[in-house]
């Protein structure tokens, strides 16, 4: 079974898109309409809509450019392609909160997460473990967390999307970072509301403040790298020096 969907009884449903912009409200922090249980499995390949980051309109935006496609021989392309997508689904779903996979467009991939730092060390592990494995693929990564302004199923695959500053934010940051980097972007007059996540083995390098088109706000840069010989793959807990004053 590669996907489940959930039939209910029309008057149980929630339409997400009448509601975009608003705060969800429901008692223990779950929407109206979501009646239900999702159904959960050992097996489970991937987080479900119910899973997607969403409480008091949060979320870090994860985008994963993938570098390298143009460069290969038509033969090569799906296999290469097929083993970053089934690495990045894996990983997703063994982080101690899954990740969430919005969608994926000729390489580019959309993820959110629930914190900062879970997406640190996402991308961490997974720049280790390309590097590793000597993969013909490389990515750049890049990463916004705050606030969104709406969201709602998508009207094709029925995913999460979101909307919002914080999506063209981390696009920008993904198109500008280095191959193989995994780069933080914060707005310079957020930092002191940031608290700097728990992430180990990360070397974390501050790059200077940035203008991006179509961002309004100087970003505070931050390039994070798994630090050399060490093991991120294990569960995020030791803080890295990721705040600076400025």
């Given at each position: 079974?590669?996907?489940?969907?959930?039939?209910?009884?029309?008057?149980?449903?929630?339409?997400?898109?009448?509601?975009?912009?608003?705060?969800?409200?429901?008692?223990?922090?779950?929407?109206?309409?979501?009646?239900?249980?999702?159904?959960?499995?050992?097996?489970?390949?991937?987080?479900?809509?119910?899973d997607a980051p969403y409480l008091n309109n949060h979320v870090t935006i994860v985008f994963i450019r993938t570098v390298g496609i143009?460069?290969?021989?038509?033969?090569?392309?799906?296999?290469?392609?097929?083993?970053?997508?089934?690495?990045?689904?894996?990983?997703?779903?063994?982080?101690?909160?899954?990740?969430?996979?919005?969608?994926?467009?000729n390489g580019v991939w959309m993820l959110a997460f629930h914190s900062l730092g879970s997406a640190i060390h996402?991308?961490?592990?997974?720049?280790?473990?390309?590097?590793?494995?000597?993969?013909?693929?490389?990515?750049?990564?890049?990463?916004?967390?705050?606030?969104?302004?709406?969201?709602?199923?998508?009207?094709?695959?029925?995913?999460?999307?979101?909307?919002?500053?914080?999506?063209?934010?981390?696009?920008?940051?993904?198109?500008?970072?280095?191959?193989?980097?995994?780069?933080?972007?914060?707005?310079?007059?957020?930092?002191?509301?940031?608290?700097?996540?728990?992430?180990?083995?990360?070397?974390?390098?501050?790059?200077?403040?940035?203008?991006?088109?179509?961002?309004?706000?100087?970003?505070?840069?931050?390039?994070?790298?798994?630090?050399?010989?060490?093991?991120?793959?294990?569960?995020?807990?030791?803080?890295?020096?990721?705040?600076?004053?400025?």
């Amino acid at each position: 079974v590669r996907r489940l969907l959930q039939l209910v009884p029309k008057q149980y449903t929630f339409d997400y898109f009448s509601f975009r912009g608003m705060r969800e409200s429901a008692p223990q922090g779950r929407p109206e309409g979501r009646t239900f249980p999702p159904t959960k499995s050992k097996r489970q390949l991937s987080a479900a809509f119910v899973d997607a980051p969403y409480l008091n309109n949060h979320v870090t935006i994860v985008f994963i450019r993938t570098v390298g496609i143009d460069d290969l021989q038509d033969d090569e392309v799906e296999y290469n392609s097929d083993r970053i997508a089934k690495m990045i689904r894996s990983f997703l779903i063994k982080l101690e909160r899954p990740g969430y996979e919005c969608q994926e467009d000729n390489g580019v991939w959309m993820l959110a997460f629930h914190s900062l730092g879970s997406a640190i060390h996402f991308g961490s592990h997974l720049v280790a473990k390309l590097e590793e494995s000597k993969a013909l693929l490389s990515v750049k990564v890049g990463i916004q967390t705050g606030t969104f302004t709406s969201m709602g199923p998508h009207a094709v695959t029925g995913r999460a999307d979101y909307f919002g500053p914080v999506v063209n934010r981390a696009a920008r940051i993904a198109a500008s970072s280095t191959v193989g980097e995994v780069l933080v972007g914060i707005p310079k007059n957020e930092l002191s509301l940031v608290d700097p996540p728990r992430v180990r083995n990360i070397e974390v390098e501050y790059k200077g403040t940035e203008s991006f088109k179509g961002v309004n706000i100087e970003m505070a840069m931050f390039s994070c790298r798994p630090r050399p010989g060490s093991d991120v793959s294990s569960k995020h807990n030791n803080r890295p020096r990721l705040l600076k004053k400025l």
